[in-house]
């Protein structure tokens, strides 16, 4: 059976549904539709001060997901948990300078766009959430390669301590931390990281040949593609349960 002829909350894994928070990203529309494909009852969940929420609802119910729009709000996400009851969920959701940029240009509070307050203020909050239901499930976090409490980015302060967060919630987890996300159809174009990705892997190239095979496996590009096919096959393997796994391994 195709995943347009499963009838709607059909679950072919056992795993219950689940719930993919920053859905609408360059990883998380991937890891939606995988996850449909593979029979699993997804809920794509979609901010809903988004101005594009009509157009995701419309692409993710075409691929055989659910839409959800509840608000950044603790309460009101634990109750749609709580009817959601997700065996699985993903937390793929995070901002970029340019988005500050832009909020500072629209006159908004840039802060409110900063990495503490999306990339570590709303996973927490998500996992707060989670707590309250009392359900019991897999927390997929998707944090970064290169991740260290001590780091001078804020990026990565953000993120180590979502990680120390997951790892101390008492929800049972999966952490991966990838290296530059690139490939083709990203809605805006990150220049930078596009020509970072092609010149680190080149470099990365030229250090395999001398030998550094390691240093290459663990800061080479990926796909989103890739990289969600990995998501959601660890999210489905009970040995990925409470585990990290580094760049090299989200292949
Ligand atoms: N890009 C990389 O090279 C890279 C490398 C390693 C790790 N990562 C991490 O992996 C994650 C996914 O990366 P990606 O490139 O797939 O992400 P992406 O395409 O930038 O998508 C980000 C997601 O976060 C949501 N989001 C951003 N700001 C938000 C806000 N203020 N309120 C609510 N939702 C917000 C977006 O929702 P809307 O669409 O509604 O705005 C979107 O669903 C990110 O956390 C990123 O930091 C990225």
Do not use: C
Request: charged letters at 30%; a positive charge; glycine letters at 8%.
């Amino acid at each position: 059976m195709t995943a347009k002829e499963r009838p709607p909350g059909h679950d072919v894994t056992g795993t219950g549904r689940a719930f993919v928070a920053g859905a609408t990203g360059f990883t998380g529309r991937e890891v939606v539709r995988l996850l449909v494909e593979k029979g699993v009852r997804t809920v794509a969940h979609v901010r809903p001060d988004s101005p594009r929420l009509e157009e995701w609802r419309e692409r993710f119910s075409a691929v055989g997901a659910e839409v959800d729009a509840t608000a950044w709000d603790k309460t009101a996400m634990r109750d749609t948990l709580v009817r959601v009851r997700p065996g699985l969920v993903f937390a793929l959701l995070g901002t970029t300078r340019a988005r500050m940029k832009a909020a500072r240009r629209a006159g908004e509070d840039p802060a409110s766009r900063s990495y503490e307050a999306v990339d570590y203020g709303l996973t927490a909050l998500l996992i707060e959430a989670l707590r309250e239901t009392g359900l019991s499930l897999r927390f997929i976090y998707l944090s970064a390669a290169g991740v260290k409490e001590t780091s001078r980015s804020a990026y990565y302060r953000a993120r180590s301590r979502v990680e120390a967060l997951v790892r101390s919630s008492g929800l049972a987890y999966t952490i991966a931390r990838p290296s530059i996300i690139s490939g083709p159809g990203r809605d805006d174009r990150r220049r930078m990281e596009q020509l970072g990705a092609t010149v680190g892997d080149r470099l990365l190239a030229a250090a395999g040949k001398i030998g550094a095979h390691r240093l290459r496996a663990r800061y080479a590009s990926t796909t989103n593609v890739r990289l969600a096919a990995a998501l959601v096959r660890l999210a489905l393997d009970p040995k990925a349960e409470n585990r990290i796994f580094e760049s090299e391994e989200l292949t």
